[in-house]
């Protein structure tokens, strides 16, 4: 690749495009939050179009705009619409001027400030690398393999506006890592002796054949002979696998002394060959997808945080994947609804002792390096299945058309019964688990897989839980293993779990996606929702004292702000240690499904 080369997607026209469309996601997202307010210049109302203005700062510079509002509060603003003026001329669109021009109403601090231009920066340029792929529609999207669409993805999170920073990514390591270049990597793979590391496993599996069944003997031998080589005893050291850039911009650099010492001794490439998944760290394989996915340390901060790995994490990983398992297994609603999770079957951390003499237990610099391997879907699919990240379904081709909309005209059925049978599979599941067992998932669109049969939702499959599932009852009685899920909630906050993660996150989305394509109303989206929720709770009488306590009908609930958490400090969103403190709470939205 030439130098020139690795700046071909950065176009005059392709950066006039996702300018816009990244100053159209702030419009909508930022009015959302109540960070701006647009004033109306026309009358409009609920589900239908008017124009608004939204001032810089100093009131001189102004953005038009046409949008719809719908519920939640969502912001359905038309891309091509949008115009920047200022002292009555008109100005281009400029995405990095935007921030600039409204950095006091959105809390933009001078230390955040070019740092997060920064990361809009790096956005913008992963759009205008998107804009050069071959442009699939969603319903060709939608008859793609598992991995297509993982990669055919180009929105990333529905919320957050700088979404896609990658911090530390260099251009080369953004064409060689990131989810949308589909680019086949090889793992680094290193020796970690034992007296600074740890694997753990779940029931049944054990090191030497786990480690076999996933490199192959002929690797494992290649790798016991570096080690031999160098005079050292393979029974002394546990092998963790490495993303490429970790290797290369962390560890040859932060852990040199553990390296000089032989504590840490590389020892290749593996052969298999995998496809970084949207979130960037974690890794499917190519070369055999029935084989585990590798999830690993990468330090780079993307979407307000590090996206490191802690080694403490990773001890208890196994077990509570095997807690809940069971806890599924056993629970007749859950297994009625087909639910199933991908668990997190080992893990290897290591811990850099000097560092963690320094440090808190919350710091980057414990999470370094550690992985985790994680089941594969593929071998549990029947006849005719295929897979889906759920994130696909509020997907928008370049013609307006979502994935989901193509889904349900494969599908036969009418949009309301196929909505009724994704809700089956995807919602009653959260609720149950939320209600019986005051547990709580992480269950945005990247967290889920979907199976599908001939367009149709069968189940799903919930991935992601030792580090995003938390148990919100102080009385519970816990394995001292799975203790670590236990939080503190205050009662009032404890349902944001459904009526933020899902409902504003993605059902607010999905709706209003499918509602400006005509394919189901709004109103309908909604009732169908409150009526699985109805359902549900018509299933177990024995819950009605918590069905009145934890009210989903609701007339409101608190607004809990994504960006607003971002914006203010985008290294270290929330306070790991009090989530629920870290909340920022602006205001109500009115309940959709209230009085439905």
Not at 11 to 23: E, G, K, T
Not at 293 to 320: C, D
Not at 503 to 524: K, P, S, T, Y
Request: aromatic content about 10%.
């Amino acid at each position: 690749m030439t130098l020139s080369d690795a700046v071909a997607h950065l176009s005059p026209h392709r950066w006039a495009r996702a300018d816009r469309l990244l100053i159209r996601k702030a419009l909508a997202e930022f009015a959302h939050e109540r960070l701006i307010t647009p004033e109306p210049l026309d009358e409009g109302g609920t589900g239908k179009k008017a124009e608004y203005a939204v001032r810089s700062d100093d009131g001189l510079t102004r953005y038009r705009f046409t949008a719809t509002r719908r519920a939640l509060d969502h912001w359905q603003v038309d891309a091509d619409s949008i115009t920047r003026s200022r002292d009555g001329g008109e100005l281009p669109l400029a995405a990095l001027d935007f921030f600039i021009e409204l950095k006091k109403s959105l809390g933009l601090s001078d230390e955040v400030l070019p740092v997060y231009l920064e990361e809009i920066s790096s956005t913008l340029s992963g759009t205008c690398y998107k804009l050069t792929k071959p442009q699939l529609t969603s319903p060709e999207l939608a008859k793609s393999g598992f991995q297509e669409i993982e990669t055919g993805m180009t929105e990333g999170h529905p919320c957050f506006v700088a979404n896609n920073g990658r911090l530390g990514f260099g251009i080369h390591e953004y064409l060689s890592y990131a989810p949308e270049t589909a680019s086949p990597v090889r793992l680094v793979w290193l020796a970690a002796h034992r007296s600074r590391a740890a694997f753990t496993a779940g029931v049944g599996i054990e090191y030497e054949s786990f480690l076999q069944g996933e490199l192959g003997k002929e690797t494992v031998d290649r790798f016991h002979g570096v080690l031999r080589e160098q005079d050292l005893d393979p029974a002394d050291y546990l092998f963790i696998p490495v993303h490429p850039w970790q290797w290369w911009n962390k560890l040859t650099v932060t852990f040199a002394a553990e390296i000089a010492r032989q504590h840490l001794v590389c020892l290749g490439e593996g052969d298999d060959e995998y496809l970084a998944q949207q979130s960037i760290r974690t890794f499917f394989n190519k070369s055999e997808p029935e084989k585990h996915y590798v999830k690993t340390a990468l330090s780079v901060i993307n979407m307000g945080f590090m996206r490191g790995l802690s080694a403490a994490y990773m001890e208890a990983t196994p077990a509570i994947n095997d807690w809940l398992a069971q806890l599924i297994d056993n629970d007749p609603v859950l297994r009625s609804t087909g639910l199933s999770i991908i668990r997190e079957r080992a893990a290897v951390g290591y811990r850099h002792l000097e560092y963690e003499a320094a440090t808190d237990r919350y710091s980057p610099y414990r999470k370094m390096l550690a992985a985790l391997w994680r089941e594969s879907p593929v071998p549990s699919l029947r006849d005719g299945e295929s897979l889906a990240t759920m994130a696909s379904l509020v997907h928008v081709d370049h013609e307006g058309a979502s994935i989901a909309a193509a889904l349900i005209e494969r599908s036969g059925l009418t949009p309301v019964e196929w909505l009724r049978r994704y809700l089956h599979a995807y919602f009653t599941p959260l609720l149950h688990s939320f209600y019986a067992y005051d547990l709580v998932f992480m269950p945005h669109g990247e967290n889920v897989i979907l199976v599908l049969k001939d367009g149709v939702v069968e189940r799903a499959i919930y991935k992601d839980i030792a580090e995003e599932i938390a148990v919100m009852d102080p009385d519970a009685v816990l394995p001292p293993t799975v203790e670590r899920l236990r939080v503190d909630v205050p009662e009032d906050k404890k349902l944001l779990s459904i009526f933020t993660d899902v409902f504003d996150c993605f059902f607010r989305f999905l709706a209003a996606n499918l509602a400006a394509e005509g394919v189901i109303e709004e109103d309908d989206f909604w009732r169908t929702v409150a009526d699985c929720v109805r359902d549900y709770q018509a299933s177990a009488p024995e819950l009605a004292d918590k069905f009145r306590q934890y009210d989903m009908f609701a007339p409101e609930f608190a607004l809990s702000c994504l960006n607003r958490l971002q914006l203010r400090n985008n290294e270290q969103m929330v306070d790991l240690s009090d989530p629920a403190g870290a909340l920022q709470l602006v205001g109500t939205l009115k309940n959709p499904i209230a009085g439905l």
